[in-house]
């Protein structure tokens, strides 16, 4: 089962949830479901931050952990708190999430310029 993100595998753009499902009885629920903060995130996001809660929160063994330097671990649990903090516009919630995905290697800087431009015309 793919890892829940309420970002586009395509484009980066904004998912929203319209059914939920019960695997025991098949009922389903249709309906526009806001989504956590915390599935805004990208799934490397995510694993970032739940490796850091079971770090008990230490910066210093996220970094022995991922073999980076602690600074590095700083500025991305920065980008993850500002992430989780701002409202931004879809616009620039996009813009982020590509460029994180160049970041996390998922991208390429060609085809994140691309949809980067893509999403300018919008």
Do not use: W
Not at 55 to 75: C, D, H, M, N, W
Not at 82 to 105: C, G, S
């Amino acid at each position: 089962m793919p890892e829940l993100s309420a970002r586009c595998p395509y484009c980066y753009g904004r998912m929203h949830v319209k059914t939920l499902r019960c695997d025991h009885c098949a009922s389903e629920v249709k309906s526009a479901f806001s989504v956590p903060a915390f599935l805004h995130l990208s799934p490397d996001q995510q694993k970032f931050a739940m490796d850091f809660i079971r770090a008990s929160g230490s910066l210093k063994e996220i970094a022995a952990q991922y073999g980076v330097s602690y600074p590095t671990v700083r500025a991305r649990l920065d980008r993850i708190i500002e992430a989780l903090n701002a409202e931004k516009a879809p616009r620039e919630e996009r813009r982020a999430a590509i460029l994180d995905a160049v970041e996390e290697r998922k991208l390429s800087p060609q085809e994140a310029s691309r949809l980067l431009s893509d999403a300018e015309r919008q």
